[in-house]
Each structure stands twice: as structure tokens, then as C-alpha cells.
């Protein structure tokens, strides 16, 4: 369906067309007219779906007609506040948010947006609250900030969103939420996004939303994930994964990769261990001061970086199309959160390859993914760094790609049958490509290092530093006499990493 016959004004359609959109999404389809139609709307949707635009645009076209009848609230002096509040659990989300708003807004007069997130400084902040402002979109903890102050005014708000709501209560916002709506009119539109409606999120809805508020279901958890290939490789130890890890990294396949891990240590060390190897990485977590976030996201944009080093909370948000892979080194501490990861690669109509790679101790994480999404991930070996443990056995009905068939892959994007090195559900099979395999027994150094791995990308600094990596990375890794997935860290891993993305 076009985006003219959901009801949109001309400045919006416009926009849309600028960026490219031909046919709503199917919860824009659902949740575009009524919103327009000023009702309250609990909408569960998977990220990636387009359920960003599904809020904006209505909110722009209330934006726009109030434009139209002559907006009153731009007079100086008057602190009015927002017409439109979104709240964010993260930065990242927020940020996103608002380029959202800025592209689809692009063709309105003046507009104004602002974010109001934690983590920079106050003063950008409050110039801002204090102009003539449209849209706000905040994190709840800092706006709770500036309402304290009496800093942000919210009596005139016209339209709250809650995006991601079910986040923002499992991290503790749940009063901040509650405390931020009383501010607000009650006549308000209020919208809630959700991965669901069930437990404390069912009840904030209730709380906040008109009796008679319109429920818009579009994907769920249970959804297949079409365009995102899942695989799992079960590893012996942490050398093992790092095996394993290198060995993806190195596939010519990989536009861009998000490596997750549990930790923000783990996110820094494995940067580190990566950047030696010279990858152009960088490591992305909430411990992190803003600025070097923001620059680090914009690394990734930019293609300066090509592979991202995240924990759970900073990757949320992160849309960049051209993230080919998400690769779990970590595991998530919750199920919700396997799905958030692996919907950062298969955006905007591309396809992308999700690989777990979990330990014996994972076992249970693994099974709770898979009754959460009801679909097994299909195992899947590499050639020469086969586990030597058995593999463990989760049984959830019949799994699928069990017979050791690989399922092919929407659009063919990585290969499947082909792709190099890799084998499904344990079955005896080649390295068709006769290439990545590692060397021997003591395979000390990543596969595809040293030769032109990554040709086609100019050379640049990274580059560089790749070779530079690799060769320290041989001189510190004699092939022989290691032990199988023997210490493979090169003295000095720590020292050698671009100050623009280090600490
Ligand atoms: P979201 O679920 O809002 O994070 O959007 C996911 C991605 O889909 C973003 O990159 C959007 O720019 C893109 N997108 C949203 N709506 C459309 C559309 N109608 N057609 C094509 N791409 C879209």
C-alpha cells in the first residue's frame, strides 16, 4: 500500500519518497491511520519492521496541521514545550529516533526537535526546552532531570510515545514513566510499542491509555526472521570461540558485523584483541561517555569501522543496513534480547546471518532463545574447528534443518550450500571454496590475515594497521607446538588500538 493512501500529507509523502520507502510496512499500513485518527494504540512489533515511521509520521502531520492553524505556540518569550514526547530506553534508540523524525520532517517548516538523553552535558539541553520546540524525544532518567528543575514544561503536550516500553520497565523506569505522564494532559495520544502487552507492560497500558485505545499486532518473537539466516556453533572453551570468531570475521561475506558480548569488559578486551588483529573494530557500551558513542556509531555509518564490538543496551537502536552479520560471542541475559541482536543485521529489505557461538555452559540460554522464538537454530560446524566435545542436545519438538539438510537461505546472500567452511547439523561436508580453512593443527592466526582478505575497500588507515596486526600477529605466534586452541593473544594487544576509538 502507498503511503498517499494511508492519509499522509504531501510534505510527508514527499519525504518518504526522498527516502526512497515505495510501500508502507505492514504495521505503518495498521498503525499509520489510526494514529492519524488520534486514537491510543498499543502496538507490538518487531524492531526493524518500520515502526519508527509508524509514530513519527502521525506525529508530523499533527505537527504540520497545527502549522496550518497558524501554531500560536511560536511566539517568543512563552516557554510552550513539546507538542510530541517519545521516550527511549537508550541514547542510541533515542537518536535514532530523532533522525527518524528529522528525515520524514525534512519538508516541514521549522521544525523542531530536540533530544534530551543522559550522558551530555545540561546546557544544549536547556536552551533547547526553553525555545519553541515540536518534538522531544527523551530518555526517561534525564527527562525526570529537567522536570525536576522545572526546566521542561509537558502541560501542553498533544501526544506521548513509548517506544520500546517493555525495555524501559525492565530497566527500572517504571515510576520515571508514571511520574513523567501525570505531567502531561490527560487528553493526551498516547501510543505504546512493545515486544509485548503481557505482565507490568499490560498494566502501564492500562494505566496510561484511553479505554478505548486500538491494539496493533504485526510481528512477534515467534516470526521467522525471513531475511536473517540463524546458525549455531558450539565451541569447546573461549580459545575455541575466538577460533571461531576469527574464522567468520575473515569471510569476504562480511559488509559489516556486530559482535555481542555480556559484558563491557568483554565489549573493551575483545576490541582490543580484534583491533591487533587488525580489524577495523571498535567497542560500543554503556560505560562509554556519550561523544566517543556517538562517534563510534558514525564510524560504523561511515564504513570507517567494520566491525562493531557491543554489549546489549548500547547496540539497541542501531539501524545500519549494512550490518551483514551479528555474531553472539556473548551470550544475552535474557532471551528478548537474542532477538533485539539478531535485528540489527536483515534491515531494510537485506539479508543477514546471525551465528551464535555458545559454550556447554550456554546450554540452557540457548534452549530459553529457542522456546522464545519457537525455532531451533540450526548447528553448524566449521571445517577444521569441529568441537571436540560432543555437541549437547536441546530437545523443543521437531527442530528444524534436523537431517542435516541446510535450509537455503532467502535471496542466497550467504551461500548456503557454499559458504565457505561452514557445515549444518554436523554432517560430513567440504570446504567448497577451498578456502579460510585453517592451517594444521595450531592455526595461531585468523584465516583470510595476510592475504587480501578484505580487497575492495580502499586503502586506508585500518588497512594498514591490518598488515601492521598481522605481522606482529605471526611474529608472536609460532605454528607449532600449541596446544589446540592454545593462547592465541599477542603481547602488547592492548597498546595498539586507534586513539579514536580506544580509551
Ligand atoms: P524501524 O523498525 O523503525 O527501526 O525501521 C527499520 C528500517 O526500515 C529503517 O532503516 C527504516 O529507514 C526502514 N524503513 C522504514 N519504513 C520503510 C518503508 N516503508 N520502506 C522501506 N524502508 C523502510
Known sequence: MSFENLGLAPALTRALADAGYEQATDVQQQAIPLGLSRLDLKVSSQTGSGKTASFALPALQRILEARGDGDKRREKGVVHGPRVLVLAPTRELAMQVAKAFSAYGKHVQGLRVTTVVGG??????????????DVVIATPGRLIDHLGSGKCVLQNLEMLVLDEADRMLDMGFIDDIRHIA????????????????????????????????????????????????????????????????????????????????????????????LAEFGHRVASLHGGMPQG?????????????????????????????????????????????????????????????????????????????????????????????????????????????GAGGEHRGHPGGRHGGHGHPGARQGG????????????????????????????????????????????????????????GRFGDQKPRGAFQARDSRWGR
Open 120 to 133: 551530555v552535558p545540561y546546557g544544549a539541553q536547556l536552551k533547547a526546552l526553553r525555545g519553541p520546540l
Open 182 to 273: 501525570q505531567q502531561t494532559p490527560a487528553q493526551r495520544q498516547t501510543v505504546m510499542f512493545s515486544a509485548t502487552f503481557a505482565g507490568h507492560v499490560g498494566r502501564l497500558a492500562d494505566e496510561l491509555l484511553k479505554p478505548e485505545a486500538q491494539t496493533v499486532q504485526v510481528a512477534r518473537h515467534t516470526d521467522t526472521h525471513a531475511s536473517i539466516e540463524q546458525r549455531l556453533h558450539w565451541a569447546d572453551n573461549r580459545q575455541h570461540k575466538d577460533a571461531l570468531l576469527d574464522h567468520l570475521l575473515a569471510d569476504r561475506e562480511v559488509d559489516q558485523a556486530v559482535v555481542f558480548t555480556s559484558t563491557q569488559q568483554d565489549a573493551d578486551w575483545l576490541a582490543d584483541r
Open 427 to 482: 554432517r560430513p561436508g567440504g570446504n567448497p571454496a577451498g578456502r579460510s580453512r585453517p592451517e594444521g593443527p595450531g592455526y595461531g592466526r585468523p584465516p583470510g590475515h595476510g592475504d587480501a582478505a578484505h580487497a575492495g575497500r580502499p586503502e586506508g588507515h585500518f588497512e594498514r594497521r591490518r598488515e601492521g596486526g598481522a605481522q606482529a600477529r605471526r611474529a608472536a605466534a609460532p605454528a607449532a607446538g600449541r
Open 292 to 400: 566517543r558513542r556517538t562517534r563510534v556509531l558514525q564510524g560504523l555509518r561511515t564504513r570507517q569501522l567494520r566491525v562493531l564490538v557491543a554489549t546489549d543496551v548500547a547496540a539497541r537502536g542501531i539501524d545500519v543496513p549494512t550490518i551483514s552479520h551479528v555474531i553472539n560471542y556473548g551470550m544475552p541475559m535474557k532471551a528478548e534480547d537474542y532477538v533485539h541482536r539478531i535485528g540489527r543485521t536483515g534491515r531494510a529489505g537485506r539479508n543477514g546471518l546471525a551465528v551464535t557461538l555458545a559454550e556447554r555452559r550456554d546450554v540452557s540460554m540457548v534452549k530459553r532463545i529457542q522456546q522464545f522464538t519457537t525455532q531451533s537454530i540450526p548447528v553448524a560446524q566449521v571445517t577444521g574447528l569441529e568441537p571436540r566435545q560432543p555437541e549437547p542436545r536441546i530437545f523443543m519438538g521437531a527442530p528444524r
